[in-house]
C-alpha cells in the first residue's frame, strides 16, 4: 500500500491516505495504547533534540532516517490536555499524530504528464517560464499537491544557478549544485529563539540567491518580503492556499495587508503584479484526482486598480477525460 498520510487521531484510531485517494481510510481502532503512542512519538522526536510536554504540547519537524520512514517525511504533533479526545475519558490521553509522507527524489517532470495532472504543452511551457528566471506562484487547497509540483518545476532551474529554499518544514530535495535548505522555528515556550519565515528570506538575501524559494506563504510579513525580494533582481517560487487564480491574489493582498509594511490595497496589487509572472492553479477534478487547472500569466500593470490575469491554459470539464486547451499567447512571459 502507497501511503501519503499517516493519522492517529485524540480517539486513538489509525486512518491512512493511499496515493492518489482524497480521503482517509479506516485501519485499526486501537492498535496501541496512549502510553505506546506517546513512546514512539519520543522515538521519533528524540534525534531531533525535539520533545513534546504539557509546557511545549505541539511540534512539527521533519523526520529523520533513524524513524525508518521515507526521508523528509513531516510529523505534526499535539498532545493531551491541547489534544481532546472525542469519546470517552480513555480517548484524551491519545495524542493527535499526522506524519505527512514524500518522495526522496523529487517527481521527475514526465510523471505529471502520466498521471494527467497536466499535459506535455504545458509542462514545457512551465519549463520555459523556470528557464526564463520568472516568477511562480503555485495555488491550490490542502493535499492537491502544490508541494510535489514546486518540486518538479524546481528540476528546470539551470545548474549554475544559486537557489536558496526557505520552508516551515524542509521537504523540498534538489539536485542543482548551489543549493541552501533553510528551515524555520517556531519561539520557546519562553517566547524566544523564533527564526520566522520572513527572517529567513531577509537572511537568504546576503548568500547570493538567484532564485529565492518560498514552500508556502502563510504570513504577512513572509508574504511583503518575498514580493519585495523578486522585483530586485531575484528570481522565485512558492505556493499558496487558494482555490483559483484570482483568490489567490486577493488572498496575497491580505497577507500584505496584514504585514503592517504594505497598508495601501493599491501598492500591494503593483507590487503583486511586478514580483509575479505567473499562478498556477491546482485543484481536485470531480472524479477526485489532481489536475493543473489554470495556467495564467500576470500582466505587469494594473487594469481598472485590479490585478489583470491573463488566461493560457485552461482545464475543461466538459469531458470525461481530461483536456486542457490553450486560450491566449502569452505577452510578458515570452519575450
Given at each position: 500500500?502507497?501511503?501519503?498520510?499517516?493519522?492517529?487521531?485524540?480517539?486513538?484510531?489509525?486512518?491512512?491516505?493511499?496515493?492518489?485517494?482524497?480521503?482517509?481510510?479506516?485501519?485499526?481502532?486501537?492498535?496501541?495504547t496512549?502510553?505506546?503512542?506517546m513512546?514512539?512519538?519520543?522515538?521519533?522526536?528524540?534525534?531531533?533534540?525535539?520533545?513534546?510536554?504539557e509546557?511545549?504540547?505541539?511540534?512539527?519537524?521533519?523526520?529523520?532516517?533513524?524513524?525508518?520512514?521515507?526521508?523528509?517525511?513531516?510529523?505534526?504533533?499535539?498532545?493531551?490536555?491541547?489534544?481532546?479526545?472525542?469519546?470517552?475519558?480513555?480517548a484524551?490521553?491519545?495524542?493527535?499524530?499526522?506524519?505527512?509522507?514524500?518522495?526522496?527524489?523529487?517527481?521527475?517532470?514526465?510523471?505529471?504528464?502520466?498521471?494527467?495532472?497536466?499535459?506535455?504543452?504545458?509542462?514545457?511551457?512551465?519549463?520555459?517560464?523556470?528557464?526564463?528566471?520568472?516568477?511562480?506562484?503555485?495555488?491550490?487547497?490542502?493535499?492537491?499537491?502544490?508541494t510535489?509540483?514546486?518540486?518538479?518545476?524546481?528540476?528546470?532551474?539551470?545548474?549554475?544557478?544559486?537557489?536558496?529554499?526557505?520552508?516551515?518544514?524542509?521537504?523540498?530535495?534538489?539536485?542543482?549544485?548551489?543549493?541552501?535548505?533553510?528551515?524555520?522555528?517556531?519561539?520557546?515556550?519562553?517566547?524566544?529563539?523564533?527564526?520566522?519565515?520572513?527572517?529567513?528570506?531577509?537572511?537568504?538575501?546576503?548568500?547570493?540567491?538567484?532564485?529565492?524559494?518560498?514552500?508556502?506563504?502563510?504570513?504577512?510579513l513572509?508574504?511583503?518580503?518575498?514580493?519585495?525580494?523578486?522585483?530586485?533582481?531575484?528570481?522565485?517560487?512558492?505556493?499558496?492556499?487558494?482555490?483559483?487564480p484570482?483568490?489567490?491574489?486577493?488572498?496575497?493582498?491580505?497577507?500584505?495587508?496584514?504585514s503592517?509594511?504594505?497598508?495601501?490595497?493599491?501598492?500591494?496589487?503593483?507590487?503583486?503584479?511586478?514580483?509575479?509572472?505567473?499562478?498556477?492553479?491546482?485543484?481536485?477534478?470531480?472524479?477526485?484526482?489532481?489536475?493543473?487547472?489554470?495556467?495564467?500569466?500576470?500582466?505587469?500593470?494594473?487594469?481598472?486598480?485590479?490585478?489583470?490575469l491573463?488566461?493560457?491554459?485552461?482545464?475543461?470539464?466538459?469531458?470525461?477525460?481530461?483536456?486542457?486547451?490553450?486560450?491566449?499567447?502569452?505577452?510578458?512571459?515570452?519575450?
Open positions: 500500500m502507497d501511503l501519503t498520510e499517516i493519522i492517529v487521531n485524540p480517539d486513538g484510531r489509525l486512518w491512512v491516505m493511499e496515493q492518489g485517494k482524497t480521503h482517509f481510510t479506516l485501519l485499526e481502532e486501537n492498535s496501541f496512549p502510553a505506546q503512542l513512546d514512539v512519538i519520543d522515538k521519533i522526536l528524540a534525534p531531533l533534540g525535539r520533545r513534546v510536554t509546557a511545549e504540547p505541539i511540534a512539527s519537524c521533519r523526520l529523520p532516517r533513524s524513524a525508518r520512514l521515507p526521508a523528509g517525511a513531516r510529523v505534526h504533533v499535539v498532545i493531551p490536555p491541547i489534544a481532546v479526545g472525542t469519546t470517552g475519558a480513555q484524551a490521553e491519545y495524542p493527535a499524530l499526522n506524519i505527512r509522507l514524500f518522495e526522496e527524489q523529487p517527481v521527475v517532470p514526465e510523471q505529471l504528464v502520466e498521471w494527467g495532472a497536466l499535459n506535455e504543452e504545458m509542462l514545457e511551457f512551465l519549463a520555459s517560464v523556470v528557464r526564463n528566471h520568472n516568477s511562480i506562484v503555485i495555488a491550490g487547497g490542502t493535499g492537491t499537491g502544490k510535489t509540483m514546486l518540486g518538479t518545476l524546481l528540476t528546470y532551474i539551470p545548474p549554475e544557478d544559486r537557489v536558496v529554499t526557505i520552508e516551515d518544514t524542509a521537504e523540498l530535495r534538489l539536485t542543482v549544485p548551489h543549493w541552501v535548505s533553510l528551515e524555520s522555528r517556531p519561539p520557546s515556550v519562553e517566547g524566544k529563539y523564533e527564526m520566522s519565515m520572513a527572517d529567513l528570506i531577509n537572511a537568504s538575501l546576503r548568500m547570493t540567491p538567484t532564485w529565492i524559494i518560498v514552500g508556502e506563504i502563510r504570513t504577512g513572509a508574504c511583503a518580503q518575498l514580493l519585495q525580494t523578486q522585483i530586485s533582481g531575484h528570481s522565485g517560487m512558492s505556493t499558496i492556499h487558494a482555490e483559483t484570482r483568490k489567490a491574489v486577493q488572498t496575497l493582498v491580505l497577507r500584505g495587508l496584514q503592517g509594511q504594505l497598508p495601501k490595497v493599491a501598492a500591494i496589487k503593483t507590487l503583486i503584479a511586478l514580483a509575479v509572472d505567473c499562478f498556477v492553479q491546482i485543484q481536485y477534478d470531480r472524479q477526485g484526482a489532481r489536475r493543473v487547472t489554470h495556467i495564467s500569466e500576470v500582466d505587469e500593470e494594473l487594469r481598472g486598480g485590479e490585478v489583470h491573463r488566461e493560457i491554459f485552461r482545464l475543461r470539464e466538459d469531458s470525461g477525460e481530461p483536456a486542457w486547451e490553450k486560450i491566449e499567447e502569452p505577452q510578458r512571459l515570452a519575450r
